[in-house]
C-alpha cells in the first residue's frame, strides 16, 4: 500500500470479486495504471458461491431474452478458449417425464434456438434420448414416467477462485497494484468529481490515500453499502436474493436441469470434483451478505429435491454447505427467480451530477469478462485513453502453452 500514497492512478477497482478482477485485467492489458482494492480475500464473496456454471440459461430463452442468452452463448465460446485449463464442457441432461405435447413441441424449440444462437460454438450439438438411453447415460434416475430426455452442452468453471486469481495475476502482470484486506472508508471527493479513495490495511491498520483519475465499483452485493454516502436519493439499486448449496457425495454423471416437485423451481444437480453439487434456492435476502448461510429448511428443500429425481442416488451425506448473495438490478412486482439476470452500470455523472466515478449494478460469473470489457470501454474514454479490449484474444496465464503442458491430472474435492 505504501507504494500507492502519493501517486495517481489512472482507475481505481473497489472490489475483488470475478468482475472486479475482469475490469483490472481488461484495464491493465490496455495500458491503464490500475489500482485494485479488496476488503477480504479476492473472490471470498458472492463470486466464490455460485453453481459454477458457464452457461447460456435456458430458461432466458422462456422469457424470450435471446440477446441475453446469445451475449452468454458467445462468452462461454471465450472462456472454453481462453481459460481452457480452468472452464471445461459439461454435458446436461433434461429428464422429460410424460410431457404434454404443448410442452414438448416447445422444449424442442427450445434445444433448437439454444443451438441457432450458438452457430459458433465447438461443444456438441443437442440429443434427443429415449427412454432406454436416458436411464443409461444415467442410471439414478426416476424411472416412473420417464419417457427421455435432451442432451446438450454448457460449460462448468469448477474451480472459481482460480480464475479470480488468474484475472488478478495477469493483470499485475501488466503493471496493476491488487490488494486484498484493503477496505474503503471514503471516497476522495473534490468539488463534483470523485478522484480516489482513502483505503484502510485491515491487517496492519495503517491508511492510505489513492487518488484515481476514474473510480470503478464493483462490490457485488454490497453495492448499495458502499455508494451510500455519495449518494443523492436513498433508493437501493439492489434486489438481493439468497443462493443455497449442498455439497454432497458423487452421485450423478451428467449435470441435470430440473424443476422442484413442491414449488416448480429450477434447479441443478451438478457432477463437481468427485462430489456433486444441488442448488440452487432463490429467496429475498435484505441482510449483511457477509452473514448469509443456510438454514435447516433450505438444506432440507434441496436434498428431499435431489431425492426425489434420483431415488437411488446417495443424498443421505452432505459433506457441506455454501450459501452466496446474488446482487440483481432491482425489480419489484416479480418473484425471485423471474428477476432479470443481466447487469446496469449506474453512472453517477448522468443520475447524480457525479463525475469520475462509475458503479456495477448485478453481474453473472459467465458475463464477467464482457462487464469488465463494458466498463473499460466506458472508463477509458471517459479518460480520453481508449484502445481496444484484448481480454478475449489473451489466454491467462495457465492457458498458455508451457503451462497446459504441466497441468496436473484430475483434481479431487480433497485437493482443490
Known amino acids: 500500500m505504501r507504494s500507492l500514497g502519493g501517486r495517481t492512478v489512472d482507475l481505481l477497482v473497489v472490489g475483488g470479486g470475478i468482475i472486479g478482477a475482469g475490469i483490472a485485467r481488461d484495464a491493465a492489458l490496455r495500458g491503464l495504471e490500475v489500482a485494485l482494492v479488496e476488503q477480504a480475500d479476492f473472490g471470498s464473496g458472492t463470486t466464490s458461491r455460485p453453481t459454477r456454471l458457464i452457461h447460456g440459461g435456458l430458461r432466458y430463452l422462456e422469457l424470450f431474452d435471446f440477446a441475453l442468452v446469445r451475449s452468454d452463448m458467445r462468452e462461454r465460446e471465450i472462456l472454453l478458449r481462453i481459460a481452457s485449463h480452468l472452464v471445461f464442457p459439461l454435458p446436461f441432461l433434461l429428464p422429460l417425464y410424460r410431457p404434454t405435447f404443448l410442452y414438448q413441441l416447445k422444449l424442442r424449440l427450445g434445444m433448437q ?151 416448480g423451481r429450477l434447479f441443478f444437480v451438478v457432477p463437481w470434483l468427485d462430489a456433486t453439487i444441488v442448488g440452487t434456492t432463490d429467496t429475498d435476502y435484505t ?15 434441496l436434498q428431499d429435491e435431489a431425492r426425489r429425481a434420483f431415488p437411488s442416488a446417495p443424498f443421505d451425506e452432505i459433506h457441506f454447505t455454501w450459501a452466496g448473495v446474488r446482487a440483481l438490478v432491482r425489480e419489484e412486482g416479480v418473484s425471485e427467480g423471474e428477476v432479470s439476470r443481466k447487469h446496469a452500470l449506474f453512472d453517477h455523472a ?67
Not at 434420448?129 to 452442452?153: H, I, N
Not at 449518494?231 to 439468497?242: E, I
Not at 441482510?287 to 428443500?301: F, I, L, Q, S
Open 113 to 263: 434456438l439454444y443451438d441457432l444462437l450458438s452457430l459458433d460454438k465447438s461443444l456438441p450439438k443437442r440429443q434427443h434420448l429415449d427412454r432406454a438411453a436416458a436411464l443409461a447415460a444415467e442410471p439414478s434416475l426416476e424411472p416412473d414416467g420417464l419417457v427421455g430426455a435432451w442432451r446438450f452442452y454448457d460449460a462448468q468453471v469448477p474451480l472459481v477462485e482460480r480464475l479470480v486469481v488468474e484475472n488478478l495475476v495477469d493483470a499485475s502482470a501488466h503493471g496493476a497494484f491488487v490488494l486484498n484486506h484493503a477496505r474503503v472508508t471514503d471516497f476522495l471527493r473534490e468539488d463534483d468529481r470523485i478522484v480516489g479513495a482513502r483505503v484502510r490495511d485491515t491487517i496492519g491498520g495503517r491508511d492510505v490515500e489513492i487518488r484515481a483519475r476514474f473510480t470503478v465499483v464493483a462490490t457485488g452485493p454490497w453495492l448499495d453499502r458502499t455508494i451510500a454516502p455519495l449518494r443523492k436519493r436513498s433508493d437501493p439499486l439492489l434486489r438481493l436474493t439468497k443462493g443455497v448449496h449442498i455439497v454432497t457425495r458423487h452421485a450423478v454423471e451428467h449435470a441435470h436441469v430440473l424443476f422442484a416437485k413442491s414449488d
Open 350 to 416: 448522468a443520475r447524480e451530477s457525479l463525475e469520475g466515478i462509475l458503479s456495477v449494478v448485478g453481474g453473472k460469473i459467465t458475463a464477467y469478462r464482457a462487464i469488465a470489457e463494458e466498463v473499460v470501454d466506458t472508463a477509458s474514454r471517459r479518460l480520453s485513453r481508449y484502445a481496444p479490449s484484448r481480454s478475449a484474444e489473451e489466454a491467462l496465464p495457465g492457458a498458455r502453452p508451457a503451462d497446459l503442458a504441466a497441468r496436473p491430472g484430475d483434481l479431487t474435492l480433497d485437493a482443490a
Open 287 to 301: 441482510g449483511d451478505p457477509g452473514e448469509v448461510a443456510a438454514t435447516e429448511e433450505d438444506v432440507r428443500y
